[in-house]
T-cell receptor, first 115, second 113 residues
Framework: DVKVTQSSRYLVKRTGEKVFLECVQDMDHENMFWYRQDPGLGLRLIYFSYDVKMKEKGDIPEGYSVSREKKERFSLILESASTNQTSMYLC??????????????FGQGTRLTVV | KNQVEQSPQSLIILEGKNCTLQCNYTVSPFSNLRWYKQDTGRGPVSLTIMTFSENTKSNGRYTATLDADTKQSSLHITASQLSDSASYICVVSATNAGNMLTFGGGTRLMVKP
């Protein structure tokens, strides 16, 4: 079974803190994604990566950065956390394939609260 | 702009009843459409995939339909169970967009005893 593991289920951080969300997948997938999920807005793409050391902005990259130093690990960084970044963060991975690659495998999510 | 709209936003039904969730999309050129189930506090999990040539596909008590002409899909749940309570998300991919996915806002289903 594909496994995507996010380092924390729940996090509480203070405004202005630097926050690291870690994600690891064990299926040798090329593609990894970070989404945030908010009530009424669905899933929105923050950043994605098609390969090691490669990153592309998604729909809402402002206030975030990412790092992919190894194929299995994709980190999301909040440089200076703000209260509007309180959300559920979901990491996903997928293979590079025309049809199979459109199935995203998700981690369990990290619920981040910024106070 | 690629968009996926789902309805209703939320739905409450009694255990044992059937229900149908709707998905309309404007993603083009169309590659495939997936329905995901997301349990509370969990990440979404793929239930079924519909490609252009498929009209209907079943996965147990779940039946998905696709009308590529009208760009509509539905997910029908038969004889609902309490464990069906979840959010159901419609996700569409385009052939020219690599592995980029367009997500619907989801339908939150609650099955009551």
């Amino acid at each position: 079974d594909v496994k995507v593991t996010q380092s924390s289920r729940y996090l509480v951080k203070r405004t202005g803190e630097k926050v690291f969300l870690e994600c690891v997948q064990d299926m040798d997938h090329e593609n990894m994604f970070w989404y945030r999920q908010d009530p009424g807005l669905g899933l929105r793409l923050i950043y994605f990566s098609y390969d090691v050391k490669m990153k592309e902005k998604g729909d809402i990259p402002e206030g975030y950065s990412v790092s992919r130093e190894k194929k299995e690990r994709f980190s999301l960084i909040l440089e200076s956390a703000s209260t509007n970044q309180t959300s559920m963060y979901l990491c996903a991975s997928s293979m590079t394939s025309p049809v199979k690659g459109t199935e995203a495998f998700f981690g369990q999510g990290t619920r981040l609260t910024v106070v | 702009k690629n968009q996926v709209e789902q309805s209703p936003q939320s739905l409450i039904i009694l255990e044992g009843k059937n229900c149908t969730l709707q998905c309309n999309y404007t993603v083009s050129p169309f590659s495939n459409l997936r329905w995901y189930k997301q349990d509370t506090g969990r990440g979404p999990v793929s239930l079924t995939i519909m490609t252009f040539s498929e009209n209907t596909k079943s996965n147990g008590r779940y039946t998905a339909t696709l009308d590529a002409d009208t760009k509509q899909s539905s997910l029908h749940i038969t004889a609902s169970q309490l464990s069906d309570s979840a959010s159901y998300i419609c996700v569409v991919s385009a052939t020219n967009a690599g592995n980029m996915l367009t997500f619907g806002g989801g339908t939150r289903l609650m099955v009551k005893p």
